[in-house]
């Protein structure tokens, strides 16, 4: 069974930082995209960031370009989301998922929620002062 568990999250001052994982089982990191996503209250879920299976291509969001970093370890089946200059309009909950990649990979284009069948349970992001 494929799960995703996200964690570390927290509440964080603006221009903090905090460093998501999101630990898998039950597949390989080797052959599988992982897509990050958040979603504030009352706005549709939207795509973060993803990173190929080979974890040589990612893509992120215009509004976090230069402030988050995915990357991938697949040794301990974790994708890690390091997210600096954090802003309050961060806030929301950040979701991890994952999906089977393709050649070209999926991660040529910022995720949507529509490419990705495997999800976490997410984790809460609170960006206030």
């Known amino acids: 069974q494929l799960q995703l568990v996200e964690s570390g999250g927290g509440l964080v001052q603006p221009g903090g930082s905090l460093r998501l994982s999101c630990v898998v089982s039950?597949?390989?990191?080797?052959?599988?995209?992982i897509g990050w996503f958040r979603q504030a209250p009352g706005k549709e879920r939207e795509g973060v960031s993803c990173?190929?299976?080979?974890?040589?291509?990612?893509i992120y969001r215009d509004s976090v370009k230069g402030r988050f970093t995915i990357s991938k370890d697949n040794a301990k089946n974790t994708v890690t989301l390091q997210m600096n200059g954090l802003k309050p309009e961060d806030t929301a909950i950040y979701y991890c998922?994952?999906?089977?990649?393709?050649?070209?990979?999926?991660?040529?284009?910022?995720?949507?929620?529509?490419?990705?069948?495997?999800w976490g349970q997410g984790t809460q992001v609170t960006v206030s002062s």
């Open positions: 990173i190929s299976s080979r974890g040589t291509i990612t």
């Open positions: 039950g597949f390989t990191l080797d052959y599988y995209a």
């Open positions: 998922a994952a999906n089977r990649d393709q050649y070209p990979t999926i991660c040529r284009v910022v995720p949507h929620s529509g490419q990705y069948d495997y």
